[in-house]
C-alpha cells in the first residue's frame, strides 16, 4: 500500500517536496515513480528511480527542477520540486514496479495522489 502526501498551494518559482510511504517488507525490492494527472489531462511520467537508490531517470519538463530520492529503513520515496512552474500543476501519483518504466501499464501499485497546485 502506498500513501503519498505533501501537496498543497505554492507560488510559481517555488519548491514543494511530496513524500510517498510504503507498506510492507518488500519495499526495497520495487522500482519507485512519480506520476501526475493534470485536470483533463491523461497521466504521465514524472520521475524513476530504481530499487538501489542508484539510478534516476526524469522527464524532460521536470529534468534539472526535480529530484526523486528515496529511503529503503524508512519505505519512503520523495518528490524535491523546485522552481516550480503553473504548468506543474496536477494531482502527483507515486507508484511502484518491479522493473524500470516510463508508463502507467508498467506500474503494479499506486497511492492515492496529492494535489499540488502552482499559482501563477
Known amino acids: 500500500q502506498l500513501q503519498a502526501f505533501g501537496g498543497g498551494l505554492v507560488q510559481a518559482g517555488g519548491s514543494l517536496s511530496l513524500s510517498c510511504a510504503a507498506s510492507?517488507?518488500?519495499?526495497?525490492?520495487?522500482?519507485m515513480g512519480w506520476f501526475r494527472q493534470a485536470p483533463g489531462k491523461e497521466r504521465v511520467f514524472v520521475a524513476h528511480i530504481s530499487w538501489s537508490g542508484t539510478s534516476t531517470y526524469y522527464a524532460d519538463s521536470v529534468k534539472g527542477r526535480f529530484t526523486i530520492s528515496r529511503d529503503n529503513d524508512k519505505n519512503t520515496v520523495s518528490l524535491q520540486m523546485n522552481s516550480l512552474k503553473s504548468e506543474d500543476t496536477a494531482v502527483y501519483y507515486c507508484?511502484?514496479?518491479?522493473?524500470?518504466?516510463?508508463?502507467?501499464?508498467?506500474?503494479?501499485?499506486w497511492g492515492q495522489g496529492t494535489l499540488v497546485t502552482v499559482s501563477s
Open positions: 510492507g517488507s518488500t519495499f526495497s525490492m520495487y522500482y
Open positions: 507508484a511502484a514496479a518491479r522493473r524500470f518504466g516510463l508508463t502507467s501499464r508498467d506500474y503494479a501499485y
